[in-house]
């Protein structure tokens, strides 16, 4: 089992509509969780952290976290052709040295007018 | 807003060649990060920093070696490049303590795409 998976998609999602990515990790000692975007042959941008569990919002993305059934999602409100790009999960451990985090492969979203 | 720079977006190299990149950050964060990113495999942890002069290794830090010689700097050496080697190459920082919140975000640089013929 992976430390941290997500269904690498494409997830294809009509303009205006929302997008929902899910994200599981395995260490029940993990305490901050982050959502990188990352464009083709860019490097990865953080747009969500969060820490505690229930939802954060910040514009039209959404964090939501539930550490009792292990999983992390994020939701893309109003979905617009820019949000075209893979979506990274990363997680700290409680334990993890130096800040470490692990990363899952990424979701690919594909937004289509 | 943090800036983490890395010394080339592209570089060419041949086989046996030494290689140093090199990553600068301006935010005096503890931590530093080398990644690499290969198509299929996701971003794998080569070596990371806590502090100058320290070093440990990650997940995949065999045909690498890095130093950390001033807080802002970090680099990553490849002794003796090899085609697989070929990669984009990822550098990172965060601070120790809390960021926003408690989070200890990263930060990443633009990217080094290496190609090793």
């Known amino acids: 089992q992976k430390e941290v998976e997500q269904n690498s998609g494409p997830l294809s999602v009509p303009e205006g509509a929302i997008a929902s990515l899910n994200c599981t990790y395995s260490d029940r000692g993990s305490q901050s969780f982050f959502w990188y975007r990352q464009y083709s042959g860019k490097s990865p941008e953080l747009i969500m952290s969060i820490y505690s569990n229930g939802d954060k919002e910040d514009g039209r993305f959404t964090a939501q976290l539930n550490k009792a059934s292990q999983y992390v999602s994020l939701l893309i409100r109003d979905s617009q052709p820019s949000d075209s790009a893979t979506y990274l999960c990363a997680v700290k451990r409680t334990s993890a040295a130096g800040n470490k985090l692990t990363f899952g492969g990424g979701t690919r979203v594909l937004v289509k007018p | 807003d943090v800036k983490v720079t890395q010394s080339s977006r592209y570089l060419v190299k041949r086989t046996g060649e030494k290689v140093f990149l090199e990553c600068v950050q301006d935010?005096?964060?503890?931590?530093m990060f080398w990644y690499r990113q290969d198509p299929g495999l996701g971003l794998r942890l080569i070596y990371f920093?806590?502090?100058?002069?320290?070093?440990e290794k990650g997940d995949i830090p065999e045909g690498y070696s890095v130093s950390r010689e001033k807080k802002e700097r970090f680099s990553l050496i490849l002794e003796s490049a090899s085609t697989n080697q070929t990669s984009m190459y990822l550098c990172?920082?965060?601070?120790?303590?809390?960021?926003?919140?408690?989070?200890?975000?990263?930060?990443f640089g633009p990217g080094t795409r290496l190609t090793v013929l």
């Open positions: 990172a920082s965060s601070s120790r303590t809390s960021g926003r919140a408690g989070y200890n975000e990263q930060f």
């Open positions: 935010m005096d964060h503890e931590n």
């Open positions: 920093s806590y502090d100058v002069k320290m070093k």
